[in-house]
């Protein structure tokens, strides 16, 4: 099997599991194809990206003094416009920007990723952390 063809494959076998479609249950991966290897090795990375995720969440809310929250990022941004350094405002405002979003999106990431441990777990795929 191809590359593209492998990752299509992990991809939508992983949607699968994810969306807890019907259909997921009927698939059957041979124990030795690339798709169960990949998705052995996405499985036993999800409690590590939880535990990532979970960790991350209370230091993009923190207050200014907290290094990495979006209030800290803004605080330095504050003072890169006052001191006149314009281009590493321009940059610190890239970056809060995507901090920002992103501490949008991690509260959906974190429900996904625990509910692909669940699925993982049922398929006896990865550890069981």
Known sequence: MGTIAALSAA?????????????????????DSVLYQRLERFCTRVPDLIERGERLQP?????AETPG?????????D??????????AKRLELR??????LSQKLPARLDALRKA??????AGL???R
Do not use: F, M, N, Y
Request: aromatic share 2%; hydrophobic share 40%.
């Open 69 to 77: 929250s979006l209030k800290h990022l803004q605080a330095r941004i």
């Open 117 to 122: 441990k669940t699925e993982c777990a049922e």
């Open 79 to 88: 003072r890169a416009e006052q001191d006149g350094r314009d281009w590493a």
């Open 11 to 31: 991809g939508l076998a992983a949607g699968l599991a994810l969306t807890g479609a019907p259909a997921a249950s009927a698939v059957t991966i041979p124990d």
């Open 96 to 101: 809060l920007e995507r901090r920002t979003v």
């Open 59 to 63: 230091r993009l809310a923190g207050d």
């Open 126 to 128: 990865g550890g069981t």
